[in-house]
């Protein structure tokens, strides 16, 4: 922790520490009265020593600090890994069983099947641990600190190099357990506890660090090693189709050989676009390319198809998918500006050297949060003459918004994504806890732990379709009062599932909801619920179905994007999929036209 700290505020630069004393900030008087109560006193911070400011800021919140030994620390890491068959430790994984044991919370009913033989020896278990770790090497070089350097690329190469033999040698020991000794579907979510998951993701790197060298030839090679096998990182496929098509239409008719009727270089350009076109074909019909890859490889066919002037006939057709851009609205309203603080205007203005502030108002920050004035009124009662006086309150740009599209007509919820998972945990709640083997491993789970990977698709796909077409064909409605009635008196503790939204509403948003589009959006998330729970736009609207004559209904997905804010990959791609389904999606752009300033 104390680490962590001093690495953060050694990089970021809003603050100035330089000269800082306890003295001068007068909002830490909290902290000071502790620190004087029990005899501590924080060492004055000097302008070369940021670390010991912040070392002694935190140990006089929390006194004395015992560190475990490294030994004892990755005891009960393994401890852990060994007991709920998970690499992912988190300080609630105790208060589960605790809070479950009082009867605070209450898990759905579920068969348990615990496995005894996960790891069949220690030496599996080590190599396991060891694997975690070279993993998250890779991740620190290329994704935790910048942009990677040369020397990193080439050091993650090396790592490849060294785990390709034995990533192969794993490949083929676990096809032949799924061959000959699982049973059907009960290795699923056990591969992940072997190290030949974990290398398949170094593997994957390892192709990107290639194409980066502009080692394509063996970059191909390593892809279809990749596509070949079908029980590891099965949500890459479609990342895997896509790269190795575009490097058969640019790059293989350089390395790879063409047949030998094509002599010239064109010919070997065109047999090699008919791979491509092949390539992305397959990747279509693959069942275990998710629905987010589609459109891509869509777009890539319908260019090489035009490319290789292909009859219209023998074309695919895509019309149906065709994305649109997302509608523009703009809401005006009244911006409220908060005046930096005496202390931050005192630090900035010395750090400035002429006893100017330089402080920027936050809302000038890009990605700040700004506050408005809610057009929504409010009743105020005065507590002496009991008169009520109609006000604006203050709220978020999306909470204006959202009060802006209810003057239009529209219900909504600013629930970024919310709403989404909550809907999924209603449709899928008997899928979520059907009998899967080894995803059961304890009584206090509130969800399969396959959830988050791409083994959960995998391991139910003939349930999830099922499901799939009873929401297409309108019987979300039915679904998600059944789950409510069994379980709305003993709140089910259920992944994603929220409580507190109106069950009618539901029921209006299930009837307003394209049927069609409602289960594309659910098999985005069955497919992907790990990677695709965020991003899903802020505010989610509705129009009320008349049930009497079966008209109107309308449903509504609105990005808020205020002057600072940008779209992200995530956001971009729910703008895709929601589109693609035929869902209607605004970009809602908040404009200031007035703002108000606040000491």
């Known amino acids: 922790l104390l680490r962590a700290f001093r690495r953060t ?3 970021q630069t809003g603050l100035g520490w ?7 900030t007068d909002e830490s008087t909290g902290s000071a009265g502790l620190a004087e109560e029990d005899g501590r006193e924080t060492p004055p911070a ?8 912040w070392v002694g800021k935190i ?8 560190r475990l030994s490294l030994p004892t620390l990755k005891l009960f890491e393994r401890v852990h890994l060994v007991f709920y068959r998970s690499t992912e430790w988190t300080e609630k994984s105790l208060t589960t069983i605790i809070l479950a044991r009082i009867a605070r919370w209450n898990f759905p009913e579920y068969i348990v099947s615990r496995s005894a033989n996960i790891f069949a020896s220690r030496s599996l278990l080590l190599e396991f641990e060891a694997s975690l770790r070279t993993q998250h090497r890779i991740d620190s070089m290329l994704e935790f600190n910048g942009t990677p350097t ?5 050091l993650v190469l090396d790592i490849f190099e060294e785990v390709y033999p034995r990533w192969k040698a794993l490949l083929d020991e676990e096809q032949q357990k799924e061959d000959s000794i699982y ?29 980066k060298f502009k080692q394509h030839e063996r970059e191909h090679q390593v892809l279809n090693e990749l596509l070949e096998q079908r029980l590891f990182h099965t949500s890459k496929r479609g990342d895997w189709y896509q790269r190795k098509a575009l490097l058969e239409e640019h790059y293989m008719h350089l390395h790879l050989p063409s047949p030998p009727d094509c002599k010239t270089t064109e010919a070997k350009k065109k047999h090699w676009k008919r791979m491509a076109l092949q390539t992305c074909e397959r990747g279509l019909q693959d069942q275990l390319t998710h629905l987010i890859f589609h459109h891509d490889l869509q777009k890539r066919t319908l260019k090489l198809e035009k490319q290789l002037k292909v009859p219209k006939r023998q074309q695919h057709e895509f019309s149906h998918v065709l994305l649109t851009k997302p509608a523009e609205r703009t809401f005006e309203g009244v911006r409220i500006e908060k005046s930096p603080s005496r202390n931050v205007s005192r630090r900035n203005s010395e750090q400035n050297g002429n006893g100017t502030s330089t402080a920027k108002p936050a809302s000038d920050r890009r990605g700040a949060k700004t506050i408005w004035l809610d057009p929504a009124l409010s009743t105020v009662v005065n507590e002496n003459t009991g008169e009520e006086t109609m006000v604006e309150g203050e709220c978020s740009v999306e909470d204006m918004c959202l009060s802006s599209y209810r003057a239009l007509g529209y219900k909504g919820y600013h629930s970024e994504g919310g709403i989404v998972r909550t809907l999924f945990a209603y449709l899928f709640f008997d899928v979520l806890f059907i009998y899967i083997p080894n995803v059961f491993q304890t009584e206090f789970q509130t969800c399969p732990l396959d959830l988050h990977t791409d083994g959960f698709y995998a391991a139910r796909m003939s349930e999830v379709n099922a499901r799939l077409n009873e929401i297409s064909n309108g019987e979300a409605g039915r679904l998600i009062t059944d789950v409510w009635e069994a379980h709305h008196e003993r709140k089910t503790c259920v992944v994603g599932l929220d409580w507190s ?10 009837s307003a909801f394209p049927a069609a589009a409602l289960s594309t959006v659910m098999k985005v998330m069955a497919q992907e619920y790990g990677q695709r729970g965020g991003g899903v736009p802020d505010l989610f609207l509705w129009k009320p179905r008349d049930e009497d004559t079966k008209a109107g209904g309308e449903v509504m997905f609105a990005e808020v994007k205020s002057e600072n804010d940008r779209l992200s990959d995530t956001q971009r791609m729910w703008i895709d999929v929601l589109s693609g389904a035929g869902v209607r999606v605004e970009l809602c752009h908040a404009l200031a036209k007035e703002v108000t300033t606040q000491g």
């Open 9 to 11: 505020s050694g990089k």
């Open 46 to 53: 000097k302008a070369e020593n940021r670390d010991a400011h």
């Open 59 to 66: 140990l006089a919140e929390t006194g004395p600090c015992i």
């Open 183 to 211: 049973a059907t579907g009960e290795g699923a979510y056990l591969r992940r506890l072997s190290p030949a998951w974990v290398y398949t993701r170094v593997v994957h790197k390892g192709a990107y660090i290639l194409g």
């Open 18 to 24: 330089s000269g800082l004393k306890r003295s001068d």
């Open 501 to 510: 939204f109106d069950i009618n509403d539901l029921l209006e948003i299930a």
């Open 150 to 154: 040369k020397d990193d690329l080439r």
